[in-house]
């Protein structure tokens, strides 16, 4: 395949290109239609040389990345076992999120991956409510010493849904139904919280594709929930890295702004902050209210 060399129509680098087809300037981003004839790009009007100060990025081949939409690896099953498929896919919204998702394919059908939300979200799902069990169960060894120090009578004096009893038994019920509610709460989840961040980024007219690519956005960023296999910290390591995702992931499938993409991430859960927070002011003034 032979080299040609064009202009960037947006910043006047000097890019190499090969083979007709749509590339990416590394050094801003411009994507362009390559036609096969030297020197021009899709826009007509080109600036005459590279743009000031630009210079190549050590390693990084001179030219662009290719943008043509691609499956997602557990997708591509000519290429990629079942596993295989899975562990690739993980790793590449990990390492390099932009990227995946830059190139992931909005049109292809969700099923496979909220295959992978599913599987991965349940066993996430699975060790969080193991741990969350687990210091329960420390909780109350730890308040039963305790009362005893003192003298007994404290546990007692709690309320129904702070009684390290409920609690204990509240999670026991969740870890023993995982192989439920695991993939009910996945499943369930993909097309509540779709919906929500998809309404949003339409209200801030950041959407370019259809409620299905937002949905496979929302698959592929919510399999790093696996990362509640470790103890106790590894709920809020997947809460905020899933949320990291979701942003960077509507931004790079709907070719959109951050500043678009945040909204549309954060607004809702402003709106569900704001309306318990307004709950706890009802029910902590109604309570003064009947103490008076």
Same mark, same amino acid.
């Given at each position: 395949?032979?080299?040609?060399?064009?202009?960037?129509?947006?910043?006047? $680098?000097?890019? &190499?290109?090969?083979?007709?087809?749509?590339?990416?300037?590394?050094?801003?981003?411009?994507?362009? #239609?390559?036609?096969?004839?030297e020197?021009?790009? $899709?826009?007509?009007?080109q600036?005459? %040389?590279?743009?000031?100060?630009?210079?190549?990025?050590?390693?990084y081949?001179?030219?662009?990345?290719?943008?043509?939409?691609?499956?997602?690896?557990?997708? /591509?099953?000519? &290429?990629?076992?079942?596993?295989?498929?899975?562990f690739?896919?993980? *790793?590449?919204?990990?390492?390099?999120?932009?990227?995946?998702?830059?190139?992931? /394919?909005?049109?292809?059908?969700?099923?496979?991956?909220l295959?992978?939300?599913v599987?991965?979200?349940s066993?996430?799902?699975?060790?969080? !409510?193991?741990?969350?069990?687990?210091? &329960?169960?420390l909780?109350?060894?730890?308040?039963?010493?305790?009362?005893?120090?003192?003298?007994?009578?404290?546990?007692g004096q +709690? &309320?129904?849904?702070? /009684?390290?009893?409920?609690?204990?038994?509240?999670?026991?019920?969740?870890?023993?139904?995982?192989?439920?509610?695991?993939?009910?709460?996945?499943?369930?989840?993909?097309?509540?919280?779709?919906?929500?961040? #998809?309404?949003f980024? +339409?209200?801030? *007219?950041?959407? *370019?594709?259809?409620?299905w690519?937002? +949905?496979? =956005?929302y698959?592929?960023? %919510?399999?790093?929930?696996?990362?509640?296999?470790?103890?106790?910290? %590894? %709920? +809020?390591?997947?809460?905020?890295? !899933?949320?990291?995702?979701?942003?960077?992931?509507? *931004?790079?499938?709907?070719?959109?702004?951050?500043?678009?993409?945040?909204? $549309?991430i954060?607004?809702?859960?402003?709106?569900?902050?704001c309306?318990a927070?307004? !709950?706890?002011?009802l029910?902590?003034?109604g =309570? =003064?209210?009947?103490?008076?």
């Amino acid at each position: 395949m032979s080299d040609h060399t064009v202009n960037c129509a947006k910043c006047g $680098a000097l890019l &190499n290109v090969g083979e007709e087809g749509r590339y990416r300037c590394p050094a801003c981003g411009y994507e362009f #239609h390559y036609s096969g004839h030297e020197g021009t790009t $899709a826009d007509p009007q080109q600036p005459p %040389g590279p743009a000031p100060g630009y210079q190549q990025a050590p390693g990084y081949q001179v030219g662009f990345t290719p943008t043509t939409p691609q499956p997602a690896p557990f997708e /591509d099953t000519e &290429n990629y076992s079942f596993l295989g498929g899975m562990f690739e896919t993980l *790793k590449q919204t990990v390492i390099n999120p932009v990227n995946f998702f830059r190139s992931l /394919d909005p049109n292809l059908p969700v099923g496979r991956a909220l295959l992978y939300l599913v599987i991965l979200g349940s066993v996430g799902y699975f060790f969080g !409510m193991l741990w969350a069990l687990l210091q &329960n169960l420390l909780m109350v060894q730890s308040m039963s010493a305790f009362s005893q120090f003192q003298g007994g009578g404290q546990l007692g004096q +709690m &309320n129904q849904f702070s /009684d390290p009893a409920f609690l204990r038994n509240f999670y026991l019920v969740l870890f023993l139904g995982s192989p439920i509610l695991g993939p009910l709460f996945a499943v369930a989840g993909a097309f509540v919280n779709t919906a929500i961040f #998809h309404l949003f980024l +339409m209200i801030y *007219k950041g959407n *370019k594709y259809d409620f299905w690519a937002t +949905m496979r =956005m929302y698959c592929y960023s %919510g399999g790093v929930g696996i990362v509640q296999v470790i103890p106790f910290v %590894g %709920g +809020m390591v997947a809460g905020v890295w !899933m949320l990291v995702l979701y942003v960077i992931g509507l *931004k790079e499938m709907h070719d959109t702004t951050y500043g678009k993409s945040v909204g $549309a991430i954060l607004t809702p859960l402003a709106v569900i902050f704001c309306c318990a927070m307004g !709950m706890v002011f009802l029910v902590t003034f109604g =309570m =003064m209210g009947a103490m008076i």
